[in-house]
């Protein structure tokens, strides 16, 4: 069964700190792009940030470069998202999912694999 699994939400002060965890069981993890993507109550599912299945492109939406940084551990499947500086407006559901595809030239998740989110609010 493929699964995905996040963790690492909660609540924080504007300013503050997480990392969010996902981890993946029931397919071959680095034969996939992977990534983070988004969705706050009346907006659009918005990608946050990728890494492509050699692991070796990174991606991050304008929103978030900067601030939060990507990484995946192959051997234990599991990818990771330091969020840094967080912003009332990084408040969302966040989901890991796969991506198409994850390059220099464009990305695009594709949610044929994804988890069932976690929740990071962000305080005024």
């Known amino acids: 069964e493929v699964k995905f699994v996040e963790s690492g939400g909660g609540l924080v002060q504007t300013g503050g700190s997480l990392r969010l965890s996902c981890k993946a069981s029931?397919?071959?993890?680095?034969?996939?792009?992977i990534g983070w993507v988004r969705q706050a109550p009346g907006k659009e599912r918005e990608g946050v940030s990728c890494?492509?299945?050699?692991?070796?492109?990174?991606y991050y939406a304008p929103s978030v470069k900067g601030r939060f940084t990507i990484s995946s551990d192959n051997a234990k499947n599991i990818m990771y998202l330091q969020m840094n500086s967080l912003k009332p407006e990084d408040t969302a559901l966040y989901y890991c999912?796969?991506?198409?595809?994850?390059?220099?030239?464009?990305?695009?998740?594709?949610?044929?694999?994804w988890g069932k989110g976690t929740l990071v609010s962000v305080s005024s």
């Open positions: 890494i492509s299945h050699s692991r070796d492109t990174t």
């Open positions: 029931g397919f071959t993890f680095d034969d996939y792009a």
């Open positions: 999912t796969t991506y198409d595809y994850c390059s220099a030239y464009g990305t695009r998740y594709d949610m044929d694999y």
